[in-house]
T-cell receptor, first 112, second 111 residues
Framework: NAGVMQNPRHLVRRRGQEARLRCSPM?????VYWYRQLPEEGLKFMVY????????ESGMPKERFSAEFPKEGPSILRIQQVVRGDSAAYFC??????????FGSGTQLSVL | QKEVEQNSGPLSVPEGAIASLNCTYS??????FFWYRQYSGKSPELIMS????GDKEDGRFTAQLNKASQYVSLLIRDSQPSDSATYLC???????????FGKGTTLSVSS
């Protein structure tokens, strides 16, 4: 039973490019959460999605960031026109619907 | 603004000692409480959950919750060098809402 799968593990982008981060939840999990982590910082909630719906995006920056979880396929976190401040580890977690979250290995985004 | 506070540490204990990690939260309506362990460069891993006041034991780990004081703690007995990691406290108001994490406490167990 595969865990939460995130790809890519590492992503390098130049300023102004787009970053697309993918997350496939654990089998049977229909709830997906995205968190961002900076060095020496805790996990900052960004967005919570269920299949085809955004449930809570209160932690998502209003501009340049978007997320989706389509009926088929992985959840995508999209960052347009990246800036150096977007450099961070982005973690996806999934849940069967209770509060217990299982995390993927994360995507380390580096913006040059 | 819902907040979860933890001392960043580092907390240093010798092998075999008890490590005590503390966490306070601001949302009095919080219902569920979790401890995650995160090794350097790795993803967080759930180690304990607690929902009602009192103690909950699982092996060498004991979680303690006091809702009146808005305080949750994690005790690690017989600490091992392999316990050296950052421990993240997480709180949620109800099922279906996002977990709010503290910044974590770094634990170092020396052999």
């Amino acid at each position: 039973n595969a865990g939460v799968m995130q790809n890519p593990r590492h992503l390098v982008r130049r300023r102004g490019q787009e970053a697309r981060l993918r997350c496939s939840p654990m089998k049977g999990h229909s709830h997906v959460y995205w968190y961002r982590q900076l060095p020496e910082e805790g996990l900052k909630f960004m967005v919570y999605l269920q299949k085809e719906n955004i449930i809570d995006e209160s932690g998502m920056p209003k501009e340049r960031f978007s997320a989706e979880f389509p009926k088929e396929g992985p959840s995508i976190l999209r960052i347009q026109q990246v800036v150096r401040g977007d450099s961070a580890a982005y973690f996806c977690a999934s849940s069967p619907g209770n509060e217990k979250l299982f995390f993927g290995s994360g995507t380390q985004l580096s913006v040059l | 603004q819902k907040e979860v506070e933890q001392n960043s540490g580092p907390l240093s204990v010798p092998e075999g000692a008890i490590a005590s990690l503390n966490c306070t939260y601001s949302d009095r309506g919080s219902q569920s409480f979790f401890w995650y362990r995160q090794y350097s460069g790795k993803s967080p891993e759930l180690i304990m959950s607690i929902y009602s006041n009192g103690d909950k034991e699982d092996g060498r780990f004991t979680a303690q919750l006091n809702k009146a004081s808005q305080y949750v703690s994690l005790l690690i007995r017989d600490s091992q060098p392999s316990d050296s990691a950052t421990y993240l406290c997480a709180v949620t108001h109800e099922a279906g809402t996002a977990l709010i994490f503290g910044k974590g406490t770094t634990l170092s167990v020396s052999s």
